[in-house]
C-alpha cells in the first residue's frame, strides 16, 4: 500500500525502487476523524505529509480571527513540504481534515532531509513542487484581486474539479466535504453569496450541487 501511494504521484518519481521501499519504512500511517487538526500554526514542522483518503484544508487566522483558506488537498497530495527546504521551520498556517474518515502519512522531515542529500533530483523535485504551490497561490490572489465573488467562486469548483473530479458521461462529478462556508473562506467571499452564486448557476443549469457533490454540466461552458 505504501508503495503504490509512492508510486502514485509524479513527486517520487525521480527515487529508485530501493530509494522507495527505504521511504516506506518510514511513513507512519495516521487516521483522524473530521474536524482535527494534523497541525497548527506555530508549531515545530517536524514532519512532510502525504494525505491517502479524505480531504484537508490548509488555512490561517486572521488578527481578527476570520478564517481565511489558502489550498483544499484531495488524496495523493502531498503537504507540510516548507519544512523541507527551512531547517528552523515552524507551520505558517493550519492543517486541518475535512472528512470524516481522513487518512495521511507522516514521514520525520530529518530523514527525508538526508534522502534529499544523497538524491539532488528529489531536491529539485522539491523545489519544483514548492514553485508549482506559490504559482497556485499566484493565481489565487490573482482571482481575488481581479475577479468578482461569481468569477472567484467558478474558480474554486474548476480548480478542485480538475483535481479530483470524476467524469459521468459528457458531466464532471466534485465530491467534496466543504462547507458553504470554507468555500467563502477561500474565495474572499461570504457565506450568502455563495449560496446565491451556486443558485444561480443551477438555475442556468451549469451546475447541479448537493451538501457534498457538485455536478458540472460542461466544464468548458462554465470556464
Known amino acids: 500500500m505504501k508503495l503504490d501511494i509512492l508510486d502514485s504521484i509524479p513527486f517520487f518519481s525521480v527515487l529508485e525502487k530501493e530509494e522507495l521501499e ?3 519504512l518510514h511513513m507512519e500511517y495516521k487516521t483522524a476523524p473530521k ?3 494534523i497541525f497548527t500554526e506555530g508549531e515545530p514542522a ?3 505529509y502525504i494525505l491517502s483518503e479524505g480531504s484537508i484544508k490548509i488555512g490561517t487566522h486572521h488578527e481578527d480571527g476570520r478564517e481565511v483558506i489558502k489550498q483544499v488537498l484531495h488524496p495523493r497530495m502531498v503537504f507540510g513540504e516548507f519544512a523541507l527546504v527551512d531547517q528552523h521551520e515552524a507551520h505558517h498556517n493550519f492543517a486541518m481534515t475535512l472528512s470524516p474518515g481522513t487518512a495521511y502519512y507522516r514521514i ?4 527525508f532531509r538526508k534522502l534529499m542529500d544523497k ?3 528529489l531536491t529539485m523535485s522539491v523545489i519544483s513542487m514548492i514553485a508549482l504551490k506559490l504559482r497556485r497561490t499566484e493565481n489565487q490572489l490573482e482571482s481575488l484581486i481581479f475577479k468578482d465573488a461569481r468569477g472567484r467562486i467558478i474558480d474554486f469548483i474548476l480548480e478542485n474539479a480538475r483535481q479530483c473530479g470524476r467524469q459521468v458521461g459528457l ?3 466534485l465530491k467534496h466535504s466543504l462547507t458553504q462556508q470554507d468555500i467563502a473562506n477561500y474565495t474572499g467571499t461570504s457565506r450568502q453569496t455563495v449560496t446565491a452564486v451556486l ?3 443551477r438555475k442556468a443549469n451549469k451546475i447541479y450541487f448537493t451538501r457534498s457533490s457538485i455536478l458540472i454540466r460542461d466544464i468548458a461552458a462554465l470556464a
Open 119 to 121: 538524491n539532488p533530483q
Open 199 to 201: 443558485n444561480d448557476l
Open 35 to 37: 474536524h482535527t487538526m
Open 171 to 173: 458531466e464532471t462529478l
Open 22 to 24: 527505504a521511504l516506506a
Open 46 to 48: 517536524e514532519y512532510f
Open 108 to 111: 520525520r522531515v530529518d530523514i
